[in-house]
C-alpha cells in the first residue's frame, strides 16, 4: 500500500533578489488510511510541500517518495503518469475547466491517459455519484455552487483511485454547510486506505486528522533572559532561516547583517554600538529573514526578549515599534 | 482531448464564430485574386487558341501581333498559303479599340479581330448567327451585347449578328468579330494591312521580313504588359494569407492566455503538453478549414460583383483547404510559448 515519505526536504524560491527558503530540513511519513494535516501561516511551506508530493515543485535537497518511488528521477512522461495515477490533487480554487459539464471535468484525467470516451463519462458518473452530484452531470461550473465544485474537483483527483489525495485549503471558499460535506468525503477516502494530505488553516479540521504537521516557524526558548554573547570577526550570530529568539543590542563593535541573495550573500546593514537588529522574527513569530556575522574582532551583543527589549529601550524605540509591538 | 478543444470552441463561440467569418471573407478574397489572376492568362489562351493556328506569321522584329502594332500587306497571307508545308493560312487583324455603343455615352474597350470568313479564328456561336455581310459582327457575352444591338468602332458601324463566349483578353475586355475588309475599312482607312497570318502547318521557310510565332509566344506577348499585375495580385494572395493567419493566431493566442490556469491545472493533473499543444492546433486547424469551406460559397457570392472574369479553378479550391489548415497550425504555434511556459504549480494559487 502507498506509503509517502518525505527525507530532509529543502524548498527555496529566488524572489527577486532574495533566497526564501521556506520548507528547511522537513521529514515526514504517511501511511494508507491516515489523513494527514498541514498547518501553519502563509508563507510556512504548506502548498510547496504539496506541490513536491504532486510532483509540480522539485525540491532544492532531501528525497520525496511514493509507493517507494523517489519522484526525482522520473523524466517529464513519467512525472505526467504520476500526477495522473498516483496522486489526485485538489485545488483550492477547483480548477475546473469552465467550458466543461462537470462529468467531463471528471473525465478529463482518464482521458488523457487514452480511456475510451465512453468509459471514462461512466467513471465519471460513477463518481460524482459516490460524492452526490448525481443530478449535476451536465452542469458547467459556473452552474454549481463552491461546495458542489469542490466536490467534483474531489471525483476528479480520484478518477484514477490514486493511493494519495492532496488537498490544498479545500474548505477555504466554502461556508461550514459545505465545508462539512467535504471534510466527510476527505475522511471517507482516508477510510478506504488512501493517503490523504490536507493543507489547511482551517482548525475544525483538526479533530478528524490522523496527524497534524505544524509548519508554525518555532520561535526558540528563550535560555538566558539577557544573554551577552563575544564574536570574533566573521562568527556568526544566527542565520537566515533560523528561529527567531532575542532582539540583539549591540554592546561594542560592529555586526553585519547579510541576506542570502542567487549571488551569495550580501551586506544589507552594518550595526554599530547602541543599534539593535532582528527585533520583527521574535516580535512576529518569523524565522530569521537575514544572517548576522561579526564585522569586527570582539564585537559583543546582548539579546533581549520583546518585553524586556522594550522595557531597557523606553523612548528610544521609534513610534512604529510601538505600533508593531501593541500589534 | 479533443473535447477540451471542442468544448472550447463552443464555449468562446461567438469569439471563434467572428474569427471564422473574418477569415472566411479573407479566404474568399485570395480565392477571387486567384481568380483573376489565373483568368488573365487563361483567358488570353482560350482566344489564342480559338484562332486555331499552329504558327503565327508576323512582323520581323516584333514580339507578337497584339501588344507591337506592326502592319503588312494583305496579300503576305496568299504568299504564305503557297509556301511548302503551310496547310491553310488566313490573314488576321487583332487591334485594342474603343467601341461605342449605340444609346450609351460612355465608350468601352474592346480587342476587335478581323478574320475571313469561314477561315481562321471565326468564334464559335453561342447565340445568333455568324458574320455574312458587311457591316455584321459577332462580339464575346462578356459585353452584355444582343444580336440586334449597334456598335461603332473607328470609323465603321457593325450590327451584332451573334454572340460568343469566353473570348476576352486582358481582364475582360471582349472581342469583336468581323470580316477583315470591313475591319480595315474601320480603322486603316480602307487600307489592305493586316498584322498577322494564321498559319496551319508548318512552312519549310519564310519569306523576308517575317517570323513564326507560337501561340504560347503569342500569349507570352499579350500577356506581358500584365505580368506586373499579376505579381501584384500574387503578392496581395500571400499578404492575405498572412492576415489570415494572424487573425487566426490573434484569437488562438487570447484564447490560451484566458486558459493559463485551465493549462496549469491541467498539467497539474497529469495532461502532458503535447496534449495541450495538439488541443491548440486543433482549434486553429478548425477554425481554418471551417473557414476555408465557408469562403468557397462568399468568394461565389462576391463574384458577380467583380467586372472581371474569375476563373476559379479546380487547384486553387483543392489547395485552399491544405494551406488553410497549415496556416491554423503556424496560427495556433504563436500559443505554443504559452503553454510551454505555464507553471501547473500555478493551479495552487488561490483564484
Known sequence: ????????????????????????????????????????????????????????????????????????????????????????????????????????????????????????????????????????????????????????????????????ILADEPTAHLDHVQAEGILRILRRLAAEGRVVIVSTHDRRLVPLADAVVDLTPVVAPAVDERPVVTLDANETLFQQGDPSDFVWVVLSGQVDILRDTPDGLETVATC???????????????????????????????????????????????????ALAAH | MWLISLRDLQWRRRRFVIGILATAVLFAITLILSGVSTNMRNEVARTVESVGADHWLVTAGIEGPLASVAVMPMDVADKARNLPGVVRAD?????????????????????????????LGVPGLVSGRGVAATGEAVIDDWSGLRTTDVVTVGTGAFTIVGTTTGRTIAGG????YASVEDVQDAVFQGAPFIQAVALQGTPDALPDGYRLLSPTAVVDDVMRPMQRLTYSLNLISILLWAAAAAVVGSIIYLTAVERTRDFAALRAIGVGRRALLAGLAVQGILVTAIAALLSFGIAIAMMPMFPTPLTLTGSAVILLVPVAVLVGVLASAASIHRVLSTDPALAFASA
Not at chain 1, 524572489?15 to 527558503?21: H, M
Not at chain 1, 521574535?282 to 537575514?290: C, E, I
Not at chain 2, 488576321?92 to 461605342?100: A, D, G, W
Request: proline share 6%; aromatic share 4%; net charge negative.
Open chain 2, 173 to 176: 475586355l471582349p472581342t469583336l
Open chain 2, 91 to 119: 490573314p488576321i487583324v487583332m487591334l485594342r479599340q474603343s467601341m461605342h455603343i449605340e444609346g450609351r455615352s460612355a465608350p468601352e474597350d474592346i480587342v476587335l479581330f478581323g478574320v475571313v470568313s469561314d477561315g
Open chain 1, 272 to 322: 554599530g554600538e547602541g543599534s539593535y537588529f532582528g527585533e520583527l522574527g521574535p516580535l512576529l513569530g518569523f524565522p530569521r529573514s537575514a544572517t548576522a556575522r561579526a564585522a569586527t574582532d570582539g564585537a559583543t551583543v546582548e539579546g533581549f526578549d520583546i518585553p524586556g527589549f522594550r522595557e531597557a529601550m523606553g523612548d528610544k524605540l521609534p513610534d512604529s515599534w510601538g
Open chain 1, 1 to 164: 500500500m502507498a506509503t509517502v515519505q518525505l527525507t530532509d526536504v529543502v524548498v527555496e524560491y529566488r524572489d527577486g533578489n532574495q533566497v526564501l527558503r521556506p520548507i528547511d530540513g522537513f521529514s515526514m511519513t504517511a501511511s494508507p488510511g491516515e489523513l494527514v494535516l498541514l498547518m501553519g501561516p502563509s508563507g510556512s511551506g504548506k502548498t510547496s510541500l504539496l506541490s513536491c508530493l504532486a510532483g509540480i515543485l522539485s525540491p532544492r535537497a532531501g528525497r520525496v517518495e511514493i509507493n517507494g518511488v523517489d519522484l526525482a528521477v522520473l523524466d517529464e512522461n513519467a512525472m505526467s503518469a504520476h500526477r495522473r495515477h498516483d496522486v489526485g490533487v485538489v485545488f483550492q480554487a477547483f480548477n475546473l475547466v469552465p467550458s466543461l459539464t462537470a462529468e467531463e471535468n471528471v473525465a478529463v484525467p482518464l482521458l488523457a491517459a487514452g480511456a475510451q470516451r465512453r468509459l471514462a463519462l461512466a467513471r465519471a458518473r460513477q463518481l460524482l455519484t459516490e460524492v452526490g452530484l448525481l443530478d449535476r452531470l451536465t452542469h458547467r461550473p459556473g452552474e454549481l455552487s463552491g461546495g458542489q465544485q469542490q466536490r467534483v474537483a474531489i471525483a476528479r483527483a480520484l478518477a484514477h483511485d490514486p493511493a494519495v
